[in-house]
């Protein structure tokens, strides 16, 4: 009978291994992705992490700590982004990297139960260079490493009964700021006279963005806090949130958000982020109409 306990589940691979095989023959390749391998150990182990198995190109580890389970990706990420070894014609070699909290099933060194396979499923949604974890890992971490998480999607899980709130980690100091389209004099000027509350309006409703409450969600998924229905409205469509005194929207769709800002012309925003100022509107999806369904109001006050 198997031990049953809570731990952190990471898993890393290496990213277009099967290429480097073709690039470099292999014994080079082979050679190349061992010291990813290696590394990967290296970081796990001096975070007070288990290797549990390498696959291929690939580790799965398990931590006691959320926290140290997210120090040691960001440890492999580093690591294998500075190894001058690990350096092709073609760039860098990445890793990406998935994480999960939740029970598991200990024997014969080995870890079983669905919070493996949710782990599994977060490192298929990672890119390169990226550490991708759950709500429920999130929801194990201090306040360090919450402070640096941000929520990018919702996806299916197979075997789960609900979608899966999904989150990325930004593991670099310089990505910790959210990346702006306004021009640096404009968000000097931000911070300095930087209002109190946003207040945003649709579909007859009012909601707040303050000290108190830091971030909404908006989209057609029933979990978010605006919910707005369309065609054209992804499940997770954007996020806008209070970051070092500043309203940030943070575009996570398909197709993208339409902000006319009062006395401006329109931009259309996909994948970015962008700090409201003033009022306006914003059209998920599509061009904002006024008390459209589609479409959210939006006024910084002091």
Partial sequence: MGLERELAILFADVVGSTRLYEQLGDKRASETVGLCIRLMRQ?????RGTVIKTMGDEVMSTFVSADDALSAA????HSIGEQSLLSMPDGQVAIRIGCHFGPVVIEHRDVFGAAVATANRMT??????QIITTAAMVAQLGSSWRSAVRQVDLTAIKGASAEVMVYEVFWQEEQE??????????????????????????????????????AVTAGRADDNDLVLKGNLVSRLHARIELARSRFVLIDQSTNGCFILPTGSAEMFLRRDSFVLQGSGVIGLGQSPETGGPQTLEYSCEE
């Fill in 43 to 47: 970081a796990t182990e001096e975070f």
């Fill in 177 to 214: 700021d959210v990346t702006s389209m306004l021009r640096p004099l404009v968000l000097t000027q931000a911070v300095r006279h930087s209002p109190s509350r946003l207040v945003l309006r649709a579909n007859g409703r009012e909601y707040l963005v303050d000290a108190r409450q830091s």
């Fill in 74 to 77: 960001a440890e492999m990420q």
């Fill in 124 to 129: 298929s949604q990672a890119k390169p260079g």
